[in-house]
């Protein structure tokens, strides 16, 4: 299975790329994460920042292939545990379809993203910064593959 985090933001500090990169390197070879980094969408002085959205929205939607699903990271969304995450992936490789997760910027996904994805996915009520949000992202979802893998990294 293919599974690519979509993100919005590029030039993490190395903390995030090394924490990110030591999850992804744990992954077995049929569940291949790959990150794609777009850039933030123009925001300054005079702009609105629904357009900034918009157009990051537009760059996200254009990365994802017809046909592939679609989870939007959304702090309005459903929340789910580890056990229910593992449960889902379960799903998702089941489904012989890959599978891209999205990730916004500091204003969050574009509407458009948001009613594109068939599922969408609390990791928390709290606001997290984006750089982090990667690494939980990735942790969690290697604590997901090692419960269906039966292994003991869960316990």
Known sequence: MRLRI???????PGWVVDGFAEYARRMP???RVELVELPLGPRGKGQA???AIAHEGEAMLKAVAPGDGVVALDVPGRPWSTAQLA???R??????????????G???????CLARAEQS??????????????IILM????RAHTINAGHPYHK
């Open 6 to 12: 979509i993100a919005i933001g590029t030039r993490m």
């Open 29 to 31: 070879p049929e569940l």
């Open 49 to 51: 920042v629904e357009k």
């Open 87 to 89: 449960q889902q992936l």
């Open 91 to 104: 799903r998702w490789q089941e489904s012989g379809r890959p599978y891209n997760v999205l990730i916004g």
């Open 106 to 112: 500091p204003d969050g996904l574009a509407p458009s």
């Open 121 to 134: 996915w609390s990791l928390s009520p709290l606001t997290l910064p984006h750089p982090l949000v990667r």
């Open 139 to 142: 942790e969690q979802l290697y």
